[in-house]
């Protein structure tokens, strides 16, 4: 079947460069040669040249690389270069698993010193102590108990919330309600929640002086977003990985369509007075 395959494609690309006019060829290749030796145009080559069959798509190596880095290369027989998507993949996926993990486990930290140092009450309590400072047309009689109830001491958040936004001017923020995130941010980045902390002067009378408590806990919340912020470096280029892999795996699989191919050639060689068709195969794989 080989040879039958070879022999049209040897006479096809002969027949198209002679003149067809009364031509019966045999089916051989030795012998329709010389059948049309006579009208072949001198010192001209035949060639015909074709990729092989099999193919490989380069969409497909794309989208392999693109779910799994490294997949598409292998589909491509780029083994040394999936063995880098691959790793790169491995080290991200670690760094961003190993440093979220730090960055909750520090979050857990700063959060326990919060709960154990920084009070509502003796925030809502300073600010009501100073509240003619903070804003004069206020009173602090009216507030004070629809604040901070005389029987058990809790804080009616409603009511501090509704105290701040009638001062204005430095209390640009309401407190959050307990627990949430955005709670603990404030607390230790907001000078007016600075007198909630255990180890400030109740004295003071100017909310921008800081406890020891206060920057030692801004500084535990900014470590805790340093690990999230490599965490989520991380990520990112798990996504650019993924990205580049697939790019490359597509590049890769036309490359290997390309660099697979197979001559076919059909040279006349002139032999007492003339000429005969040798067919020769060149093999050639591109690295």
């Given at each position: 079947?080989?040879?039958?395959?070879?022999?049209?494609?040897?006479?096809?690309?002969?027949?198209?460069?002679?003149?067809?006019?009364?031509i019966?060829?045999?089916g051989?290749?030795?012998?329709?040669?010389?059948?049309?030796?006579?009208?072949?145009?001198?010192?001209?080559?035949?060639?015909?040249?074709?990729?092989?069959?099999?193919?490989k798509?380069?969409?497909?190596?794309?989208?392999?690389?693109?779910?799994?880095?490294?997949?598409?290369?292998?589909?491509?027989?780029?083994?040394?270069?999936a063995?880098?998507?691959?790793?790169?993949?491995?080290?991200?996926?670690?760094?961003?698993?190993?440093?979220?993990?730090k960055?909750?486990?520090k979050?857990a930290d700063?959060?326990?010193?919060?709960?154990?140092?920084?009070?509502?009450?003796?925030?809502?309590?300073?600010?009501?102590?100073?509240?003619?400072?903070?804003?004069?047309?206020?009173?602090?009689?009216?507030?004070?108990?629809?604040?901070?109830?005389?029987?058990?001491?809790?804080?009616?958040?409603?009511?501090?919330n509704?105290?701040?936004?009638?001062?204005?001017?430095g209390?640009?923020?309401?407190?959050?309600?307990?627990?949430?995130?955005?709670y603990?941010?404030?607390?230790?980045?907001?000078?007016?929640?600075?007198?909630?902390?255990?180890?400030?002067?109740?004295?003071?009378?100017?909310?921008?002086?800081?406890s020891?408590?206060?920057?030692?806990?801004s500084?535990?919340?900014?470590?805790?977003?340093?690990?999230?912020?490599?965490?989520?470096?991380?990520?990112?280029?798990?996504?650019?990985?993924?990205?580049?892999?697939?790019?490359?795996?597509?590049?890769?699989?036309?490359?290997?369509?390309?660099?697979?191919?197979?001559?076919?050639?059909?040279?006349?060689?002139?032999?007492a007075?003339?000429?005969?068709?040798?067919?020769?195969?060149n093999?050639?794989?591109?690295?």
């Amino acid at each position: 079947m080989k040879k039958l395959l070879c022999s049209l494609i040897f006479l096809s690309s002969i027949f198209a460069q002679v003149p067809q006019e009364n031509i019966q060829l045999t089916g051989s290749l030795i012998n329709d040669s010389r059948i049309i030796q006579s009208s072949y145009l001198p010192n001209e080559i035949i060639k015909h040249n074709f990729q092989v069959n099999n193919k490989k798509s380069p969409m497909l190596g794309g989208l392999m690389s693109l779910i799994i880095p490294g997949a598409g290369e292998v589909y491509a027989e780029q083994y040394w270069k999936a063995a880098v998507f691959l790793a790169v993949e491995a080290a991200v996926i670690t760094t961003a698993i190993i440093y979220d993990k730090k960055g909750d486990d520090k979050t857990a930290d700063f959060e326990n010193f919060a709960n154990q140092n920084w009070s509502a009450k003796r925030y809502a309590e300073w600010t009501l102590d100073n509240l003619q400072r903070l804003n004069p047309e206020l009173d602090a009689s009216n507030y004070r108990d629809r604040i901070i109830n005389p029987v058990d001491g809790t804080v009616n958040w409603s009511e501090l919330n509704n105290l701040e936004r009638a001062i204005g001017g430095g209390y640009s923020h309401t407190l959050a309600p307990y627990g949430e995130q955005q709670y603990y941010e404030m607390i230790g980045k907001y000078p007016q929640f600075s007198h909630g902390w255990s180890d400030s002067n109740p004295a003071d009378t100017d909310y921008h002086i800081l406890s020891p408590f206060f920057k030692s806990y801004s500084t535990m919340r900014g470590d805790a977003n340093d690990l999230y912020g490599v965490a989520s470096t991380a990520v990112i280029f798990i996504y650019v990985n993924h990205f580049l892999s697939a790019i490359d795996a597509a590049w890769s699989v036309a490359n290997y369509n390309n660099n697979l191919a197979v001559k076919l050639r059909v040279e006349p060689i002139h032999l007492a007075g003339k000429y005969d068709f040798v067919p020769t195969l060149n093999f050639r794989l591109s690295f």
